[in-house]
């Protein structure tokens, strides 16, 4: 990796642990092994370095999700699968995370790449639940954007409770509780 990618990559992951504010540039530094000009050679700033790392997050974690939503199977199995990848839940959600960041959603440069994310996640569940619907897999009656909405709240208060309670099943017991909400999603 060059100097520009250890920069990225030690922000991503104090970002992470730490949050916006407990990211200092020089903690990003020392881990990095960049020192001052270099960080400043690539980047204008934290806040800069800060947009580069939620970007490759940002990225990172929709291709993790369009490999569920574009593989193979049907609408109902594709959704599954997403569902019920493997995450480091105790770890929580690296994009949703940052929304609980006073520091992040206060700055529009930096909450936009949290926002767009979201709302691409938000639209690809329901091009799948509305796939699904229309063949079948699903109850007709569900609406794909609130049903999608519904789907990435739950995941989110499931990060959440698994983290407080140092407990990873209570992640897996949100996921299972949306399943019967689908309606027709144990049959066939």
């Known amino acids: 990796m060059n100097a520009a990618d ?4 030690s922000t991503r992951e104090l970002l992470w642990e730490r949050g916006y504010v407990g990211t200092s540039p020089k903690a990003i530094q020392q881990r990095a092994g960049a020192g001052q000009g270099s960080m400043y050679h690539h980047f204008e700033g934290k806040p800069a370095l800060a947009r580069a790392a939620i970007e490759r997050t940002a990225q990172e974690m929709s291709a993790k999700a369009e490999a569920q939503f574009q593989g193979a199977g049907s609408a109902k199995e594709r959704l599954i699968a997403y569902l019920r990848r493997e995450r480091d839940v105790l770890r929580g959600c690296p994009i949703g995370g940052l929304t609980q960041d006073p520091d992040v959603m206060a700055d529009p440069l930096l909450r936009a790449p949290v ?3 979201l709302a691409w996640l938000r639209g690809q569940i329901a ?3 509305a796939e699904g ?4 897999e699903f109850d007709a009656s569900l609406n794909p ?3 999608a909405t519904t789907i990435v709240a739950v995941m989110q208060g499931g990060y959440v409770l698994a983290r407080a309670a ?3 099943a209570l ?14 999603f144990g049959e066939r």
């Open 127 to 129: 091009d799948l639940v």
């Open 166 to 168: 140092d407990d990873a």
């Open 133 to 136: 619907v229309t063949n079948g």
């Open 171 to 184: 992640f897996d017991d949100a996921v299972a509780g949306i399943l019967p909400l689908l309606g027709k």
């Open 115 to 117: 926002t767009e994310t």
């Open 145 to 147: 954007t609130q049903t």
């Open 6 to 9: 250890r920069l990225i990559e």
